[in-house]
């Protein structure tokens, strides 16, 4: 069921991106396509983006937030799976995304520690299940986040504006606040959901 969802979910992000692409002439992309593998690969890659020649620019990793390998974008095997995946197709970025929060890296930093890549980092929104994932005024501030990466990745992908490393303080605690997004997430959920049943709770809480 969760894969079903996953898939359904990059299928919407690719349709909102390619709506912002087929008005956006200025931008560096052609189109999104999603699932699709190098050859002679069974691995897929979840989105595809393409230049304006139709050569492979971005490909990327999305996993859902409240899955197990979705807590956080910077998950070291997702970004590797994601950066071997972009290395086959010869894509220049990557991305891996959580739907929280999208991070695009430079596939050339093969080997650096992470904090030691180039990196775009955004924070989009705080899903927490998947209720959330199809809540409509979630999904519009999901497309302002894609809108902005657009704008991001076209500007590193043409040079106009390089991807940066971050001071390593900085990284660090952009990683710590992605691996918390989460927990914090779930724990402000069910304080809401008792301030609202319990007078007891809401008594001291406030």
């Given at each position: 069921?969760?894969?079903?969802?996953?898939?359904?979910?990059?299928?919407?992000?690719?349709?909102?991106?390619?709506?912002?692409?087929?008005?956006?002439?200025?931008?560096?992309?052609?189109?999104?396509?999603?699932?699709?593998?190098?050859?002679?690969?069974?691995?897929?890659?979840?989105?595809?983006?393409?230049?304006?020649?139709?050569?492979?620019?971005?490909?990327?990793?999305?996993?859902?937030?409240?899955?197990?390998?979705?807590?956080s974008p910077y998950n070291e095997s997702v970004v590797e799976d994601a950066f071997n995946k972009a290395g086959k197709v010869g894509a220049r970025f990557f991305v891996t995304w959580n739907v929280n929060r999208l991070v695009l890296w430079q596939t050339d930093d093969a080997g650096k520690p992470l904090h030691e890549r180039h990196i775009?980092?955004?924070?989009?929104?705080?899903?927490?299940?998947?209720?959330?994932?199809?809540?409509?005024?979630?999904?519009?501030?999901?497309?302002?986040?894609?809108?902005?990466?657009?704008?991001?990745?076209?500007?590193?992908?043409?040079?106009?504006?390089?991807?940066?490393?971050?001071?390593?303080?900085?990284?660090?605690?952009?990683?710590?606040?992605?691996?918390?997004?989460?927990?914090?997430?779930?724990?402000?959920?069910?304080?809401?959901?008792?301030?609202?049943?319990?007078?007891?709770?809401?008594?001291?809480?406030?």
């Open positions: 069921m969760t894969t079903e969802h996953e898939l359904t979910f990059c299928s919407d992000a690719a349709g909102w991106m390619n709506q912002e692409l087929e008005v956006r002439p200025e931008l560096a992309f052609s189109r999104v396509k999603i699932e699709q593998s190098a050859r002679g690969s069974r691995k897929r890659r979840d989105l595809t983006i393409y230049d304006r020649s139709d050569q492979i620019a971005v490909t990327g990793e999305v996993k859902l937030p409240y899955m197990a390998d979705g807590g775009y980092d955004d924070a989009f929104t705080q899903v927490r299940d998947e209720d959330d994932l199809v809540n409509p005024t979630v999904q519009q501030t999901i497309r302002r986040g894609l809108v902005r990466f657009l704008e991001r990745a076209s500007q590193a992908y043409t040079g106009a504006l390089p991807l940066a490393k971050r001071p390593l303080d900085e990284f660090f605690i952009t990683v710590l606040e992605a691996a918390l997004e989460r927990p914090i997430a779930a724990v402000l959920r069910e304080i809401t959901k008792k301030y609202a049943r319990g007078a007891t709770f809401k008594t001291r809480l406030n």
